[in-house]
């Protein structure tokens, strides 16, 4: 029987401080108390399969032990998952997303099959396609990968290498690497894990090209597991982080596969070889404006755990005095520590905020295409974009923060501090790099702009623009509702230089697209400035609608922290808000003591707060962030698992160390 252990009495004080109730917020956050409980009774199951507990921590494995390690219990895993759908509903993405967690520790070699390969299937395949391989696909009888990325070519990707030739006469597509730059390099499972792939490549028929489709696959035999003839396929090696992901490479050299095998819901290659258009080719790229979307939700995830474990080993740990002659204070009591944990808890929630609304936007876009509907799109792709762009990359700068906020101890891989920054740094640039999607959703703010200026309707996250234009002098307040106006007009006020620096250059006689490069840092100013503005806007806007369905003592809670997540933003760019909003230095003043305010209004629920993330210990995996608070007893436990002590004298004494000291001249 596992031992109970007292919970550390800082934390169990904390938590009697706590104005309002944790269980209700949980609720919120999961999107209702049945999906909490289906969450908690998944996870549950998992915590008592014997098998998945580790004997030796993942971190003392050798890369390729760790990879089987992953495999064995990825396979567990999803067995205890299958049993679970069996006899309920079937579980939502988000709760297996973070179940995996408890099992895996690092990235599953199975992540890309759940991610992309089998939304692909349901994105870019026809019905007849979805019949023959969404079964199977679900079913895991064939596991696969989205292959896309090639050694030259990631962000480029109109310039992909592979080529899918067709040969009309067997109806067939023949798959070829013609140099090292085309192969495949990077898709997760790939390199030893998958017996499938969705492979981007350039189509050819009768020598004519026509752009990037999306081929399913099978690259490896199904009984053998060995890589089919013309196939050569491996692992990239080790990482920054993605320990198990098991990246990999993939080149074909003239492997045929049947026509049917080219997803074909968008364009089609009838069998005479005749290409059949699709309505937008853009859409051939919609499983990555999928992932984009979820990116925002993994983003509040890591911040929520980064989160839970700063601010519970704050609340532990005790250092340095504030008053002499008085005991040493919890850490979590320095202003400039609660400064850089509160915002760790808002982020996550203006993430989780912004997720729910933009999913649902991505929902009715999907739902219009069904009837040939487009319109929305390319407002979904430019939001899309600049979300997942700064929701990663804060989601980075705020995992980095809670480790230095952990001093030494965050250091540790058992804190797991470093894993998951290894993972939020990787979302910086994988399923399209930062600069590269801001750069995107420019493209679209200087379309909207030209439309403001023509008078024209714009779509409602760029509808702002449009008042701007009309009066753009509202009387300065510091209320959340002025302060995110203030927002707009930084984002309308970049916008209009970026745009102007662009014309200023075509005027001097350059190509619009040289025009672009010289105004692009101002571009992405722009677009991470509109990015800014949508986070606030709605999570303001989604805070004000939940709090009339919730307790006030939760509604007073989350109004505390939308009011932290805007007035933080506010200092961190005044100098913008002072350029281009009627934000004056006596407001700015004002703002500094407000800040100041809500930290001391959040502080007496800090642990509360993360709490009711009901992040498990299992999942969290870390030292410092446990909720029972044993963080020193728990940091001597672990470090006794290392081999190296085992033994009380290693051998490398005998062999190295005894020779060297007796040489050793005095
Ligand atoms: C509390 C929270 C709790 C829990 C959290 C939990 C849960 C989440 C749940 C589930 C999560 C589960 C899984 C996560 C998912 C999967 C795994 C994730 C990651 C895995 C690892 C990574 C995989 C990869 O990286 S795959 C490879 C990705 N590659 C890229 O992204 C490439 C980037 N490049 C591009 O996209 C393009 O090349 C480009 C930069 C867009 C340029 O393309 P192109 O040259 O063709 O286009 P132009 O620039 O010329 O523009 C022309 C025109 O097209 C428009 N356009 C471009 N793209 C799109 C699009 N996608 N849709 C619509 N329109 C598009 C563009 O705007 C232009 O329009 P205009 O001409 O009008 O301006
Ligand atoms: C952990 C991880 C997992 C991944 N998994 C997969 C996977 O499963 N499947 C898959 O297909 N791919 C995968 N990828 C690949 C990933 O999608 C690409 O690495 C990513 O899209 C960036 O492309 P790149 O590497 O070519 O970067 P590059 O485009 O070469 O970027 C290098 C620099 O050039 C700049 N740059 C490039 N183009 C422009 C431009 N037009 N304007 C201004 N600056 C520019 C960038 O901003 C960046 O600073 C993965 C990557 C990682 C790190």
Redesign the pocket.
Known sequence: MATVHKINEDLVKERQKCTFNVQELTYL?DGGEEVTKERREFENILRNVKELQDEVPEVYLSHKERYENAVRKTCILQNVRNDFEKKREVLS??????AGYAVIKDVSPF??H???FV?TIIGQGTPEQQAEWLPKAKAMAIIGT?A??ELGH?????GLETTATYDAKTEEFILNSPKVTSYKW???GLGTTVNHCITVAQLYINGKKYGIHPFIVQIRDLETHKPLPGIKVGEIGPKMGFAT?NNGFLGFQNFRIPRKNMLMKNAQVLKDGTFVKGM????T????????V??V??S??HT?MAATIAVRYAAVRHQSQLKAKEPEVQIIDYLTQQHKLFIAIAT?HA??NT?TWLYQAYLKVVEDLGKQKQDH??E???L??CLKATSSRDAGVIVEQCRLACGGHGYMASSNLPIIYGYTT??I?????HT??L??TA??LM?AWMSALEGKVLAPSVAYLVDWLKSDKQRWQNTPEVIVKGFQHVAAGKIKDAFDAIQKHVKAGKDYEDAWNLASVQLIKASEAHSRAILCDGYLRETVRTSSSVSPSLAKVLNHLVQLYIVYWTLETAGDLLVYSNIGKDDIAVLKEKYEELLALIRPNAVGLVDA?DISDEILQSTLGSYDGRVYERLMEEAMKSPLNKEPVNQSFHKYLKPFIKKAKL
């Open positions: 956050l993405p988000r709760n297996i997303f973070r992540f890309l759940n991610g992309m939304p989205y896309q990325t990631g962000t480029f990707i109109r990077w898709p997760g992901a937008n080719e853009k859409l790229y919609g499983t990555m404006v999928m992932v984009r979820n990116i939700s993994d509040a995830f929520a996550s993430f989780s997720y799109l390319p979904l792709h430019a899309s974009c990787a979302a640039t994988y399923e399209g790099e590269v999607l750069l995107q493209r679209y379309k993330f």
